[in-house]
């Protein structure tokens, strides 16, 4: 047995890769280890290209059990071990350690169980978001969050960011949709939080899971609730000519007390590269527009799209448009849930942001980043769930230019402290990961992150899992500015071990 005190010692990279693979072997069969760099290589980020590092060892298990063995090693090894989804992420939080293990759960794809009477799916971390509402289509079920990549993303990854979608001002984010998840702790001990039933014995320590960007354990399976596939669905596309109109609009559908099943708003520049790329049929002379959804019973759809018009004429709507076939429906969603490629298409690179705010500042918001616009010489696109404030700017720049990407950097961080200023968060469903470090800094006080620091060693005593992501250590934050006070229960930990 290789002792943790031999392995620290090991400074030479390929040296250290060998060793590991070599114990590895010893858990794992051949098939479910990589570690020549052109199998290592696609996985050296995730959707946040801008941040990359090719990974000493990528490994493949397909159980649970091999899943606890691979950490029990890395355990006694004192390797830092990065899980990995399907890797559309877009805050490099599945950015490999490059004297690390990168842990691959995408050979974790079966969906275990559909209850039709109890509502809920048991599904293994590797599944697809989309193919679970796929596979409960039959039973007249599906699974509400949708985030844009749900054809490609996994459970697992949506269940470590909190991911929503166009959909989640009705039904909720992540959390709110997972009654159960697995994992197993970087000491190799499996736990279960949640449960199928209303309510659960002891802490309820699911909150703390959902959301925790694989720095306390590594989803082994999670158990989601299922909800009757609608009967009737219809969108409404409203057009604007101006950013403060479709703002106003948004908060009067909330304060009339209709809560639409999804209300997103695109800016000009989102809605000319969306209509380019798929044709969804939006009002290219708008300088914003509102996709507001209702679905339901077909009388009450048919109600809430009538007092929605009305909302919306009455903030100055230029253009109303109500679906009237299923296939209209999804076309025009169809440009809203294709902007991210949209912007690929006019722009060599994007840097999405993920910024939250109330909703009485999207507007201002807006306006802010036009400024930034010009400051930085550089085009953003806005797209958003307008509903809960949720705001994805997209950045468009070149990488292949070093100073168009620290422009777009400088440009993303502004809108983050913006964001934080208006008393909004610096993430709503993509998380933190490498990206926003140092926004957490100005974010959260000293006492907050001490607090954060001791969660997370709760849960990793070792700081083996997601190391270097999630949280800024004392100095990052030292460093930006953020001098702490002395404080003994921030100071007495060696928090730089992470």
Same mark, same amino acid.
């Given at each position: ?54 990974? *000493?060892? !990528?490994?493949?298990?397909? %159980?649970?059990? =091999? &899943? +606890? @063995? $691979? ?107 997972? *009654?159960? !998840?697995?994992?197993?702790? %970087?000491?190799? =001990? &499996? +736990? @279960? $939080? ?114 929605? %018009? ?189």
């Amino acid at each position: 047995m290789v002792n943790q005190r031999s392995v620290s010692a090991i400074e030479d990279l390929k040296e250290l890769q060998s060793l590991i693979v070599a114990q590895l072997g010893r858990v794992l069969p051949n098939h479910s280890i990589l570690w020549d760099e052109e199998d290592t290589r696609p996985y050296e980020c995730d959707g946040l290209s801008a941040y990359r590092a090719l990974p *000493l060892v !990528v490994v493949l298990p397909e %159980s649970e059990k =091999e &899943v +606890i @063995e $691979v950490i029990t090693l890395c355990k006694e090894l004192a390797v830092p071990i990065v899980p990995r989804g399907a890797g559309t992420g877009l805050s490099g939080g599945a950015r490999p350690i490059t004297h690390g293990v990168l842990l691959s759960l995408t050979r974790l794809k079966s969906i275990l169980s559909l209850d039709p009477k109890a509502r809920l799916a048991r599904v293994q971390p590797g599944v697809r978001n989309l193919a679970i509402s796929e596979a409960a289509q039959p039973l007249g079920l599906c699974y509400a969050p949708d985030p844009s990549s749900q054809i490609a993303c996994s459970i697992g990854g949506n269940v470590s960011e909190n991911a929503g979608g166009v959909h989640c001002l009705k039904y909720g984010l992540t959390l709110h949709n997972v *009654l159960r !998840v697995r994992g197993v702790l %970087s000491s190799g =001990e &499996v +736990i @279960e $939080v949640g449960g199928e039933s209303l309510d659960s014995p002891g802490l309820d320590l699911l909150p703390l899971i959902v959301g925790s960007e694989g720095m306390m354990m590594v989803i082994t399976e999670v158990t989601v609730r299922l909800i009757p596939r609608p009967s009737s669905a219809k969108v409404i596309m409203a057009s604007f000519q101006s950013l403060e109109q479709c703002g106003s609009a948004v908060a009067g559908i909330i304060a009339a007390g209709i809560i639409p099943a999804g209300l997103e708003m695109m800016d000009r520049s989102a809605i000319s590269a969306a209509e380019a790329f798929v044709e969804a049929g939006y009002d290219l002379d708008a300088e914003a527009i509102l996709l507001c959804e209702s679905d339901g019973v077909e009388d009450e759809v048919d109600e809430e799209i009538a007092r929605m %018009s009305t909302v919306l004429s009455t903030h100055g709507a230029s253009r109303l448009q109500c679906s009237e076939s299923e296939a209209e429906r999804l076309r025009f969603w169809s440009g809203r849930k294709n902007a991210f490629p949209a912007a690929g298409r006019i722009s060599p690179d994007y840097y999405c942001m993920d910024g939250t705010i109330p909703r009485r500042h999207i507007a201002g918001l807006l306006g802010y980043i036009k400024t930034l616009e010009q400051q930085y010489h550089l085009n953003c696109m806005n797209v958003f769930h307008a509903g809960d404030g949720n705001m994805h700017p997209l950045i468009l720049f070149n990488g292949e230019d070093p100073d168009e990407w620290n422009r777009a950097e400088s440009f993303g961080n502004d809108i983050l402290k913006k964001c934080i200023e208006l008393g909004g968060t610096v993430t709503g469903e993509h998380g933190v990961g490498v990206e926003k470090l140092d926004s957490l800094c100005h974010q959260f006080s000293d006492d907050e992150r001490a607090f954060l620091w001791e969660l997370k060693a709760a849960f990793d005593p070792l700081g083996l899992l997601n190391p270097d992501k999630g949280l800024p250590s004392l100095r990052r934050c030292v460093e930006l500015g953020r001098n702490p006070r002395h404080n003994p229960r921030l100071m007495h930990q060696d928090l730089e071990r992470f």
